[in-house]
T-cell receptor
Framework: DGGITQSPKYLFRKEGQNVTLSCEQN?????MYWYRQDPGQGLRLIYY???????QKGDIAEGYSVSREKKESFPLTVTSAQKNPTAFYLC?????????????FGSGTQLSVL | AQTVTQSQPEMSVQEAETVTLSCTYD???????LFWYKQPPSRQMILVIR??????QNATENRFSVNFQKAAKSFSLKISDSQLGDAAMYFC??????????FGKGTRLSVIA
C-alpha cells in the first residue's frame, strides 16, 4: 500500500541533544512538508521541499534542519537550538508542487523533552 | 501573508442534528483551494472536503458540504445527520500560488448522544 511512514511514533529528547524524525513516502510525490502541531495552535509549517536537493523555510524554521537527498525521504532534525521542541510533528506530501493539491499526511511523531 | 481564522475553538452538536463550523481566510490571489481536514483522537489527518475557488458550486461529500462565499472570504463546513464518529478537531486550510497549505487553529467538535 502506498503512503507516508513516520517514525518513531514517540520520541524523547534530552537537553542539548539533536534528534531526527524520519519521513518516508512511496507515493512518488514531488513535494514534502513538515508541520508542527501544538495544542490550540493548529498546524504550523516548519520546512517544505518541492524537489530533490532543494527545500525552503516555513514560518517556524528556527531550531530545525532538513535534507532531501532522495525523493522518498525528508528527515527533520530538531536541534538543541530549538528550546521548546515538545510538540506533535506531522509530515505530508503532495503530487503537485504548486500548493493547490491536497496533502497526504503521515501518522505523526510525538516529541517530548526529558 | 495568507491567514486562516476559525473563530469557534469548540462546538457541540446532538447526534443526528446539523452543525456548521466557520472559517474565514485572507488572500490576494485569485486562484486558490480551500480544504477542511478532520483530526480524530488518533491524530491522523483526514481530508473531508476540498473547494476550488474558481468553482461557484459548493462542494459536497455525503453528509459534509461547504458554504463558499468568495467575496466574503468565508468557507464554512456543514455536517448533517451528525454521528458519534464525527467527533474530532476540524481544521480549515487554504493554499494558493506556489505556497503550502496554511491552517487555521482548529475547532473541536463534540457529538452528544
Amino acid at each position: 500500500d502506498g503512503g507516508i511512514t513516520q517514525s518513531p511514533k514517540y520520541l524523547f529528547r534530552k537537553e542539548g541533544q539533536n534528534v531526527t524524525l524520519s519521513c518516508e513516502q512511496n507515493l512518488n510525490h514531488d513535494a514534502m512538508y513538515w508541520y508542527r502541531q501544538d495544542p490550540g495552535q493548529g498546524l504550523r509549517l516548519i520546512y517544505y521541499s518541492q524537489i530533490v536537493n532543494d527545500f525552503q523555510k516555513g514560518d517556524i524554521a528556527e531550531g530545525y534542519s532538513v535534507s532531501r537527498e532522495k525523493k522518498e525521504s525528508f528527515p527533520l532534525t530538531v536541534t538543541s537550538a530549538q528550546k521548546n521542541p515538545t510538540a506533535f510533528y506531522l509530515c505530508a506530501s503532495s503530487i503537485a508542487t504548486d500548493g493547490l493539491e491536497k496533502l497526504f499526511f503521515g501518522s505523526g511523531t510525538q516529541l517530548s523533552v526529558l | 501573508a495568507q491567514t486562516v481564522t476559525q473563530s469557534q475553538p469548540e462546538m457541540s452538536v446532538q447526534e443526528a442534528e446539523t452543525v456548521t463550523l466557520s472559517c474565514t481566510y485572507d488572500t490576494s490571489e485569485s486562484d486558490y483551494y480551500l480544504f477542511w481536514y478532520k483530526q480524530p483522537p488518533s491524530r491522523q489527518m483526514i481530508l473531508v472536503i476540498r473547494q476550488e475557488a474558481y468553482k461557484q458550486q459548493n462542494a459536497t461529500e455525503n453528509r459534509f458540504s461547504v458554504n463558499f462565499q468568495k467575496a466574503a472570504k468565508s468557507f464554512s463546513l456543514k455536517i448533517s445527520d451528525s454521528q458519534l464518529g464525527d467527533a474530532a478537531m476540524y481544521f480549515c486550510a487554504h493554499s494558493s500560488g506556489n505556497t503550502p497549505l496554511v491552517f487555521g487553529k482548529g475547532t473541536r467538535l463534540s457529538v452528544i448522544a
